[in-house]
């Protein structure tokens, strides 16, 4: 494991690169950003040097005006903060288990020549972006309205944006800025996978779908009148587009038939003659429904 530790002495602080998970030093002197998986802090690592080049007499580690270390004696309560390094050219401490609240200034001050020489290091813990909570799926009837949200934390702040999960374009463009997905009137073209994205720059983004699925009365779609042969067999189609899927059922001249042979299937019903006579002739109505409404249509099987 990789440790996190301030080293100095001497009267500059010369930084250098430091990499724990996704760590980066700040282009302003003494800024060192650390990234830190949240809630579960644990990271360790190695950042900030400097030599001493004099004859020091007094050292000392502070976090903000808090006394960390002097010398080999150890102020700090806090058991994730050692000394690693104490000798004339290397004055060295380490966090573990790097937190949030370790974020601040941190200042090497130690005495050579009987002058007073301090040297400083600001510490910036980043949290990866990440969603905390989210619409859970919903379904909702064509023409109603949608109200989604999705909520993120981290460090820095993360922007939140919604988009429409599907390969195909669509047709409504629909992505949105922000916590807050709002959806008037609905209709059945827009029931797509919603996907949150969450991104801060310190990880990869964070993503969670939230499923939207609109209900719908049938809309029968396909009808045809039909030819037919004596002896043969022939088919009649009835399609429908429904939510929820539609229940068929047929009728012979706007009677039901029990003798009629059918076969459903999830958004069409066939109506199968094997062998075709003469009493087969005539019309057909199909009729679809759901618990939103109903549709139906009618055709006609005729001798060729």
């Not at 760590?23 to 990234?35: C, G, M, R």
């Not at 993120?152 to 916590?179: D, I, Q």
């Amino acid at each position: 494991m990789q440790n996190l530790s301030f080293r100095s002495a001497g009267c500059s602080l010369r930084p250098v690169t430091v990499i724990i998970n996704r760590l980066y030093v700040s282009s302003v002197p003494w800024v060192i950003l650390v990234h830190s998986q949240h809630p579960h802090f644990g990271v360790q690592s190695k950042l900030g040097l400097c030599q001493i080049d004099e004859e020091v007499t007094h050292k000392a580690w502070l976090n903000r005006s808090n006394i960390m270390f002097t010398g080999r004696d150890k102020w700090t309560l806090d058991k994730r903060v050692t000394l690693l390094n104490n000798n004339s050219s290397d004055f060295s401490i380490h966090i573990s288990k790097v937190q949030v609240t370790d974020e601040g200034p941190y200042t090497c001050t130690f005495q050579a020549n009987n002058k007073p020489r301090l040297t400083h290091v600001y510490l910036i813990v980043q949290v990866p972006a990440r969603i905390v909570n989210i619409s859970k799926d919903v379904s909702v009837n064509e023409g109603e309205n949608v109200n989604l949200f999705c909520l993120a934390v981290g460090r820095p702040e993360p922007t939140v944006t919604w988009k429409v999960h599907k390969c195909k374009p669509n047709p409504y463009g629909l992505v949105s800025e922000g916590e807050f997905l709002d959806i008037t009137e609905i209709k059945r073209q827009q029931a797509e996978d919603y996907e949150c994205v969450t991104n801060n720059g310190v990880a990869p983004a964070d993503k969670s779908k939230v499923k939207v699925t609109v209900n719908y009365p049938p809309m029968i779609t396909d009808v045809k009148n039909m030819p037919a042969h004596l002896g043969k067999t022939a088919i009649l189609r009835c399609e429908a587009m429904a939510v929820p899927a539609a229940a068929f059922e047929w009728y012979r001249d706007d009677h039901s038939d029990n003798t009629l042979r059918i076969k459903n299937e999830k958004t069409r019903s066939l109506l199968l003659f094997t062998n075709v006579t003469e009493k087969h002739f005539g019309n057909y109505t199909c009729f679809a429904s759901n618990r939103l409404g109903a549709s139906n249509a009618s055709m006609l099987l005729f001798r060729k």
